[in-house]
């Protein structure tokens, strides 16, 4: 264990620190009726219930990574409608608050020598019970730097149109899927050609000269992997002109009509567009997505 290595004095506060706080989870969840014996099952069936909601724990680490200067204390709420809610507590506002929960412990792990910023974030999930305590545990998470990377990808590919960051996108799914090496590429020349009825490639190179569309599509695909929502705003529309500004979500690619994108608006209506007719938007903070895509290309 690390703690039983370099660092000693420093993670033996540390580790009493957890035990202690363990000791008062053990009794809460007693007094709300469990067994002592049973506590562990109950901690892995709660670490599994948000484990599966789709796209959290992607959410939750980038809202970490964006936020790492202010060294945050993110605070994950499932409601006993199982509503789930996400706040952010920096630095600032925690370390001066008396009875900020677990305060102390919170500084001795933010100022452990193995705790660095751009490699490790803390978050606490907390269930609310009903005429029971809620219960809450904390977590310290190492940042998946292909998680990170797949966000900035994401942005490049939308903020401009440049083959290198096809060529990215196209790398980040070979590496990650090293078994499916190529596949991604093809896919990329086979949209290209759907798009545009051919495949034209730049000078020396295998990937295809982008466009705004192809790249706002491969971009869509990543985020997708990722989880997460793809919000979009309507533009260059002409005979629902009226939507043009409108924003939304991009839910999936059309089964019907392959060059067309099933957009659900901010009002809940649900439309097909072509992806020339919608631009990727940050709004904020990255989101979970709402589902796994029916369909991608």
């Known amino acids: 264990k690390e703690c039983a290595t370099a660092g000693w004095p420093e993670h033996k506060l540390i580790c009493s620190a957890a035990r202690r706080q363990t000791e008062v989870a053990v009794a809460e969840h007693q007094a709300g009726g469990g067994r002592r014996r049973d506590y562990n099952d109950h901690v892995r069936d709660m670490q599994s219930g948000f484990a599966s909601v ?21 605070h994950v709420t499932r409601s006993p409608t199982n509503r789930i809610t996400i706040s952010i507590t920096p630095r600032s506002i925690w370390d001066q608050d008396p009875s900020f929960p677990d305060r102390e412990m919170i500084r001795l792990t933010f100022g452990s020598a193995s705790f660095r910023q751009d490699d490790h974030y803390m978050a606490v999930f907390t269930t609310e019970r009903r005429g029971m305590p809620d219960h809450g545990m904390r977590y310290n998470y190492s940042f998946d730097k292909n998680l990170i990377r797949g966000t900035e990808i994401v942005q490049a590919l939308t903020a401009a149109t440049r083959a290198e960051d096809l060529a990215d996108a196209i790398a980040w799914f070979d590496n990650k899927y090293p078994l499916r090496l190529g596949t991604t590429l093809q896919r990329v020349r086979d949209r290209s050609s759907t798009l545009s009825d051919d495949i034209t490639t730049t000078h020396g190179s295998v990937i295809p000269v982008p466009s705004r569309a192809l790249n706002t599509e491969v971009a869509w695909l990543l985020t997708a992997d990722l989880r997460l929502q793809f919000d979009v705003r309507l533009m260059g529309l002409r005979g629902n002109a009226l939507l043009n500004g409108k924003e939304g979500f991009v839910r999936h690619q059309c089964l019907t009509d392959i060059k067309r994108w099933e957009v659900q608006l901010d009002d809940g209506k649900r439309i097909q567009v072509k992806s020339e007719n919608f631009m990727h938007i940050l709004r904020g903070e990255y989101k979970r997505g709402k589902e796994d895509p029916a369909h991608r290309w």
């Open 54 to 74: 789709y796209g959290l724990l992607n959410e939750v680490s980038i809202l970490a990574w964006r936020h790492r200067g202010e060294t945050p204390v993110l």
